[in-house]
T-cell receptor, first 111, second 107 residues
Framework: DADVTQTPRNRITKTGKRIMLECSQT?????MYWYRQDPGLGLRLIYY???????NKGEISDGYSVSRQAQAKFSLSLESAIPNQTALYFC??????????FGDGTRLSIL | DAKTTQPTSMDCAEGRAANLPCNHS???????VYWYRQIHSQGPQYIIH???NNETNEMASLIITEDRKSSTLILPHATLRDTAVYYC????????FGAGTTVTVRA
């Protein structure tokens, strides 16, 4: 969905580095979400936000932090990356309880 | 969130209807049934959702049993581009993805 843009698309980094993944949307949606997907598995919710400055933990928030400084932007940070955080990361948006729209994902590899 | 049970995989002939079952026996009254699909490693794509009534859109139909404990997603005329992993999710707003059903459409 081109209205939900994730950057970078691919990233390779080393253990211990700080990493930020960015998500921006032009849909005007109030809610934004971060998920991770491991090979062969479904997506798991990391954090979600209902509005600017609203932050809620998801299923697997340990080792991650997020920031929602503007309605259109939701960033995910790994303060000190570790190899088991290697995964595919997806951002999603929704208008209230309406269905979520996903970005194309960021493939993150931590060596 | 209520859990769902889906078959691991299924095949479908191109041009035929694909019927994807989903069991969600512990669904609560305010939870919707959502269907998404994921092609390769792309972002999941929303297909359809419903609460009690059957629903139809340009992509698919959703049949929900009267007791809401199971549902079926119907792709009326499957094409090769419908090959994907299909996820059935019951939720109020926080989506919880299981392993889904890998659907392979064969020519």
């Amino acid at each position: 969905d081109a209205d939900v843009t994730q950057t970078p698309r691919n990233r390779i980094t080393k253990t211990g580095k700080r990493i930020m993944l960015e998500c921006s949307q032009t849909k005007g949606h109030d809610r934004m979400y971060w998920y991770r997907q491991d090979p062969g598995l479904g997506l798991r919710l990391i954090y979600y936000s209902f509005d600017v400055k609203d932050i809620n933990k998801g299923e697997i928030s340990d080792g991650y932090s997020v920031s929602r400084q503007a309605q259109a932007k939701f960033s995910l940070s790994l303060e000190s990356a570790i190899p088991n955080q290697t995964a595919l990361y997806f951002c999603a948006t929704s208008r209230g309880d309406q269905p979520q729209h996903f970005g194309d994902g960021t493939r993150l590899s931590i060596l | 969130d209520a859990k769902t049970t889906q078959p691991t995989s299924m095949d479908c002939a191109e041009g035929r209807a694909a019927n994807l079952p989903c069991n969600h026996s512990t669904i609560s009254g305010n939870e919707y049934v959502y269907w998404y699909r994921q092609i390769h490693s792309q972002g999941p794509q929303y297909i359809i959702h419903g609460l009690k009534n059957n629903e139809t859109n340009e992509m698919a139909s959703l049949i929900i049993t009267e007791d809401r404990k199971s549902s079926t997603l119907i792709l009326p005329h499957a094409t090769l581009r419908d090959t994907a992993v299909y996820y059935c999710i019951v939720s109020d707003y926080k989506l919880s993805f299981g392993a889904g059903t890998t659907v392979t459409v064969r020519a």
